[in-house]
């Protein structure tokens, strides 16, 4: 069965419209689920997010890229990528045959992929969009050399040792041995890179961002790059990346009620600042509501008696897994502060601008007549948590190269399908 | 006096004598755990066969009478629904 | 909130212009699984699609050693074997894919499913190099299987073109587990609406089915028994074991739930069919 045609600038609008990053935040998905069901297939090539604002929109992060292709839609697309010999005119490589390489990866280079989620998607109302990134690192490798980023640093000289062969003879061998200083800064023997460097993803943008390199490999790999060309053989053994997104996604904002003693809280309040001598400087303030947070025994000791609102609309005096007790006591100590306590802005004498805050009781007599228990409620969030996504990138369907042009591979159905084809 | 009471008695019993003899009869029907010591699961297709075959005659088989067997028998085992464990509850009075 | 509008007018004016991708009939599966019905096999290469695509991995029975030029690294040279699937040499590969429209996921039988070595004959040649030139296999990229990697001093390049030429040197042997095409399917449904007819299960309009767990036990038991078909397999207990883990329990209100994805699932009970993949394996004399 034939795929149809498709209009893949039209896919590619959809990837140049950015999104507000002050308004709209991906949602980590052990929060919410990504709306939308899916196919196995694009499960397979997509990590979603939900959007913190938009129920209609499901943000993407392309599992599996490839090497960026212009013009996908003509009959002979140019992949972005050379690969040529170099000959070094002086120093230890001189007269050897190394190779020099160089590409640009796109993570949305399956343009296939893409419409396959563009379709199921626009199916259920849904929209996609990239997603938000707040940082990118690409790691390269290359044949054996793993965890290259950024430049890599070469020294290179001549080794000699002798061989011996079975009848005897000796013969002084003299070879290049290089060496490839790497990310911890030691220098580590490699046969495979000579100079590398490449141009990440920038931070703070979305996740579909291109990354260009540029390679010269030792002459131990020449001549299988040039089968590798020959043939059109994937570069997955060969040259491959991986670029790692970091995400900053939103987690819920959770509620919780409060059932106030007013008079047992004064209490509680009166006895701690009688003991900082009726003055609590800030993080004193701070460790009062942490110790009401967490204590046990209901309104009458403690002063409050907090529930948890449950994914399922019930209360619960147990806090949440995953709740974030610094967010419940920040989210305390807003609602509650200021009935208990006031805040003096003292100066350290007249010279130094530095003011610091001196909490005392307050005086709030409306509060301590109450007899009623009063109930409150607050809303807490625990900040945003990173979410990894990755999108693995890949080199295959290019032919030509070392003297000739770099083709894409037209004749296989499975490159075809890539460029929309 | 004495005998009707005893009489009385008598007419409770055969329920939870029936209950008790299958329930012995399909424990010793059931392969035995693992290692002593471990939860004892079985498939669900051998409490089934096991029930089946501890019956006086098939025609008293019915899918209530094994809900009551399995009342405090066994119990459902979240992580692989074909198994079930065996909760070897004594006594087993209602 | 301009953003969106951006997308919202891209995706209106796309709609139109962008014609569907056809879709399999069947919703949501849970993962990417191999159709073993619709294998194709041809000239050494065997397919075996997705479901509801045609996509999915090709393999090789028959392999060719291809060595590379020569490279020069100071004195010494350095020449690549790789083991280049048959079908590909003999230009069977492109026309194949085409004649079926396949989508190949390049999947390599390596490592997963076994292994290459050096030959202990090239390894004796070339046994008198130091051990970090010694012959060594390395990783390739598809449709490559393996290669070996061959230093020699530059008096050697003779004997070693001339003995790559005439013997293998590098071992392979991989076992893919396939199963066979004729593989019994079982029908979720049908096992379903088995268990509604006997009032055991219910479906909903969303198309999630429940009901009591023992219930579900006990006539799901007996419909082996008395209906062993539905389950497919030789021993109805076997497809009624993986019919019976699809279902997501509620322990303490014993019920037993099962998603609509799952409940039109055609699962596969598998009858293996291993495709064995040689090449250069030694003679014992």
Redesign the interface.
């Known amino acids: 069965?034939?795929?149809?045609?498709?209009?893949t600038c039209?896919?590619l609008?959809?990837l140049t419209?950015?999104?507000?990053p002050a308004?709209?935040a991906p949602m980590h998905p052990a929060a919410v689920a990504p709306p939308g069901?899916?196919?196995?297939?694009v499960l397979?090539d997509f990590a979603l997010l939900a959007d913190s604002d938009?129920p209609n929109?499901v943000y993407f992060v392309p599992k599996l890229g490839n090497l960026a292709v212009q013009s996908p839609q003509s009959p002979a697309p140019i992949p972005r990528f050379q690969i040529n010999s170099y000959y070094p005119p002086s120093g230890v490589l001189q007269?050897?045959?190394l190779t020099s390489l160089g590409g640009t990866l796109s993570p949305t280079a399956d343009l296939?992929a893409l419409?396959?989620l563009?379709?199921?998607a626009?199916r259920q109302g849904l929209?996609i969009?990239p997603a938000p990134v707040k940082s990118a690192r690409t790691t390269f490798n290359l044949?054996?050399q793993q965890s290259l980023t950024g430049r890599v640093d070469t020294q290179c000289e001549?080794e000699e040792?002798i061989?011996?062969?079975?009848n005897g003879n000796q013969?002084?061998?003299?070879?290049?041995k290089c060496r490839v200083r790497d990310l911890d800064g030691n220098f580590v023997d490699s046969?495979v890179v000579y100079k590398f460097t490449s141009v990440p993803a920038p931070a703070n943008s979305t996740a579909n961002q291109n990354v260009t390199f540029q390679a010269m490999l030792?002459?131990?790999?020449?001549?299988?790059l040039?089968?590798?060309m020959l043939?059109g053989?994937?570069?997955?053994?060969?040259l491959s990346a991986t670029t790692e997104w970091l995400i900053s996604a939103n987690t819920l904002t959770r509620q919780a009620r409060l059932t106030i003693n007013w008079q047992s809280l004064f209490e509680q309040a009166s006895a701690y600042t009688a003991f900082h001598l009726n003055s609590c400087v800030e993080i004193e303030i701070s460790a009062f509501f942490e110790r009401i947070a967490t204590c046990q025994g209901g309104t009458t000791p403690c002063g409050i008696f907090i529930e948890y609102r449950q994914a399922d609309g019930t209360w619960t005096d147990r806090a949440p897994s995953d709740a974030n007790f610094n967010a419940i006591v920040e989210a305390l100590k807003d609602s509650l502060q200021e009935e208990l306590f006031t805040k003096i802005q003292a100066v350290n004498g007249p010279v130094s601008t530095q003011p610091t805050a001196i909490f005392t009781l307050r005086a709030n007599y409306e509060k301590i007549v109450t007899t009623r228990n009063e109930v409150m409620s607050i809303a807490y969030n625990q900040g945003p948590a990173p979410f990894n996504a990755n999108t693995a990138l890949n080199i295959?369907c290019v032919t030509g190269g070392f003297g000739y042009p770099v083709m894409y591979d037209m004749?296989?159905?499975?490159c075809r399908?890539r460029v929309g084809q | 006096m004495v005998l009707v009471m005893t009489g009385c008695q008598d007419a409770r019993r055969p329920d939870d004598t029936r209950a008790k003899a299958l329930r012995t009869c399909v424990l010793a029907g059931l392969p035995p755990p693992t290692a002593p010591g471990a939860a004892w699961t079985v498939p669900g297709h051998a409490l089934v066969e096991a029930y089946q075959r501890c019956l006086e005659s098939p025609d008293t088989a019915s899918a209530e009478d094994f809900h009551a067997l399995c009342q405090d028998l066994a119990r459902p085992s979240s992580d692989d629904p074909s198994r079930v464990h065996i909760t070897d509850a004594p006594g087993g009075e209602p | 909130?301009?953003?969106?509008r951006?997308?919202?007018s891209?995706?209106v004016?796309?709609?139109s212009?962008?014609?569907?991708?056809?879709?399999?009939a069947s919703a949501?599966?849970?993962?990417?699984?191999l159709d073993y019905a619709r294998t194709l096999e041809q000239s050494s290469m065997v397919f075996v699609p997705?479901?509801?695509?045609?996509?999915g991995p090709v393999y090789y029975t028959q392999y060719t050693q291809?060595p590379?030029?020569?490279?020069?690294?100071?004195?010494?040279r350095?020449?690549?074997v790789?083991l280049?699937p048959s079908a590909?040499i003999q230009e069977l590969y492109?026309p194949f894919?085409?004649q079926h429209?396949?989508?190949?996921?390049?999947a390599s039988p390596l490592p997963a499913h076994g292994e290459c070595q050096p030959t202990q004959g090239i390894k004796d040649l070339l046994s008198?190099?130091?051990a970090n030139y010694q012959p060594t296999i390395?990783?390739?990229?598809?449709?490559?299987a393996c290669?070996l990697s061959l230093y020699f001093?530059v008096?050697y390049e003779a004997a070693v073109r001339d003995y790559i030429g005439t013997r293998p040197v590098i071992v392979l042997d991989a076992t893919v587990p396939l199963c066979e095409p004729t593989s019994p399917r079982l029908s979720v449904n049908a096992i379903n609406e088995a268990l509604r007819t006997a009032g055991v299960l219910q479906v909903s309009q969303t198309g999630v089915w429940t009901g009591n767990y023992w219930d579900l036990l006990y006539e799901s038991v007996r419909l082996t028994q008395t209906r062993p078909q539905l389950f497919v397999t030789q021993d109805p207990r076997e497809g009624w074991q993986v019919y019976m883990q699809l279902f997501q329990l509620d322990a303490v209100a014993e019920t037993a739930t099962m998603s609509s994805?799952d409940a039109q699932q055609s699962i596969y009970m598998c009858i293996p069919k291993p495709l064995h993949i040689r090449f250069g394996q030694e003679v014992m004399p």
């Open positions: 069965m034939r795929n149809s045609k498709l209009s039209a896919v609008a959809l419209g950015a999104v507000n308004v709209a069901s899916y196919s196995a297939q397979n938009n929109l007269g050897m045959e296939a419409q396959r563009q379709t199921e626009a929209q969009a044949f054996a001549v040792f061989i011996t062969f079975p013969v002084t061998q003299r070879v290049p046969n030792l002459p131990d790999w020449t001549q299988s040039k089968d590798t043939f053989d994937n570069f997955d053994a060969s295959d004749n296989n159905p499975a399908a | 909130m301009s953003a969106y951006i997308l919202a891209a995706l004016c796309l709609c212009a962008v014609a569907l991708v056809s879709q399999p949501a599966t849970p993962g990417l699984t997705y479901e509801g695509q045609n996509r291809v590379t030029g020569t490279s020069s690294v100071g004195t010494l350095r020449i690549i790789n280049r590909h492109i894919v085409n429209g396949i989508i190949d996921v390049s008198f190099m130091p390395l990783t390739a990229g598809y449709p490559v290669s001093p008096e994805a």
